[in-house]
């Protein structure tokens, strides 16, 4: 009877442990909210410069971020789990405001947008020539090296920056929405925060630069 009730446990903890293989995380990601937060970090720190002496720019104001809110987490038991992390609460609200402001504090972020305005005419040069094109995952791509000359370290210092924005931008999506930060959760805000980032700039790419909107390339 003992051995019977054993092996009831065992099997019922390994059906536990199957089931929780199939746990899928889903990150609430507010790709309109994220697109107008990049487009607001360009006006102020790759464009413009951002502002010095307390002053603002009207035409992109940003708020200061404001404490997240409890969420809601749903749960479906019948198949694999999902589960969907504060995407009611934040689904009607526009947080690109704040997201922008995160940023725009973060040390980190600051720097790669110096040093990314500081090497801007030499990689819009590089673009106007078709040696790079902005890729579909937020990177520069080399396209033509024998266009390149010695540019590689400006392209992989571009990269890194980029890099740097990305990843912040993931974890003040996590932080603003109130969502778990771990592995799982910033993986996979940081792919959407990349594949978002890439269509921004393919979006303000000037007519002759070379894009990848679907894998594909194509001249603007």
């Not at 199939?22 to 720190?45: Q, R």
């Not at 010095?52 to 809601?72: A, L, N």
């Not at 992989?156 to 890099?163: C, G, L, Q, S, V």
């Not at 592995?183 to 940081?190: E, F, S």
């Amino acid at each position: 009877m003992k051995k019977v009730f054993a092996k009831g446990i065992v099997s019922g903890l390994c059906a536990l442990l199957a089931a929780c293989a199939f746990i899928t995380v889903n990150v609430y990601f507010p790709e309109k909210d994220v697109k107008k937060a990049y487009k607001s970090l360009d006006e102020m720190l790759l464009k413009q410069g951002g502002q010095k002496g307390g002053e603002t720019d009207e035409s992109q104001p940003v708020d200061e971020p404001k404490s997240p809110e409890s969420k809601p987490v749903s749960m479906f038991p019948v198949g694999p789990v999902r589960i969907a992390f504060a995407q009611e609460a934040y689904a009607q609200e526009d947080i690109s405001d704040e997201l922008a402001a995160e940023l725009s504090k973060m040390p980190e972020v600051q720097k790669a947008y110096s040093e990314m305005k500081a090497r801007l005419p030499q990689l819009n040069a590089l673009r106007d020539s078709g040696a790079v094109g902005e890729g579909n995952g937020g990177n520069v791509v080399v396209r033509d090296k024998g266009k390149l000359g010695n540019n590689q370290a400006l392209v992989d210092a571009e990269n890194a920056n980029r890099k740097t924005v990305i990843f912040a931008m993931a974890k003040a999506i996590l932080k603003l929405t109130g969502q778990p930060e771990n592995d799982q959760t910033v993986k996979q805000a940081r792919l959407k925060a990349a594949r978002t980032f890439a269509a921004t700039k393919q979006e303000e790419a000037k007519s002759g630069w070379w894009i990848q909107p679907n894998g594909n390339w194509v001249q603007k």
